[in-house]
């Protein structure tokens, strides 16, 4: 066997190269669960712009009180829920972004381990850090975004306040 067949079989044997790839993995699981938590707003995204929808047929069929207040307080839902939408879906791009990076990161340390040399060492570096902007980036888009939903849980619960007010005043 060849001096640099045995160094190969060695640097491929050694633990040198899962240790060094730990980091990037726990970065990708922390995009992963970010990726799920995100779909799911997404998806109450979805199911709340159907129920808009219900309400608005119910509005044209004359089937619900207020009509002309709904329909008004339903815009304005409605136009926070495709904002949220695309804040969303910019930040899942973001993430599965900084997931692509953080596996090619994890990657390239395994052949700067097996086959580079120190003078190569930065680029998978590179590679983690561009995935930590990109993770940065959907963190703080998501971050962003969540104020869109504080805004429509404060309109809902305000259109609310408005209903009670009108159902006591119709009882007097």
């Excluded at 633990?15 to 799920?36: H, Q």
């Excluded at 879906?89 to 120190?118: D, E, H, P, R, W």
């Amino acid at each position: 066997m060849a001096v640099h067949e045995k160094e190969l079989l060695e640097a491929l044997s050694s633990s040198r190269i899962l240790t060094s790839m730990i980091t990037p993995a726990v970065l990708i699981s922390a995009c992963g669960t970010l990726i799920f938590s995100t779909s799911a707003r997404l998806g109450r995204i979805f199911d709340r712009v159907n129920v808009m929808k219900g309400e608005v047929e119910a509005i044209i069929t004359g089937h619900i009180s207020f009509p002309e207040e709904r329909m008004k307080h339903l815009n304005g839902q409605i136009n926070l829920q495709r904002q949220r939408a695309s804040l969303i879906q910019k930040a899942m791009v973001s993430l599965y972004t900084a997931t692509l990076l953080f596996v090619t990161s994890s990657l390239a340390i395994a052949v700067n381990v097996a086959y580079g040399s120190i003078d190569q060492a930065w680029i998978p570096t590179l590679i983690a850090l561009c995935g930590g902007l990109f993770l940065f980036i959907a963190s703080a888009v998501l971050l962003y975004e969540s104020r869109f939903n504080l805004r429509f849980v404060y309109q809902s619960i305000h259109f609310i306040e408005f209903l009670e007010k009108k159902a006591v005043e119709q009882q007097k």
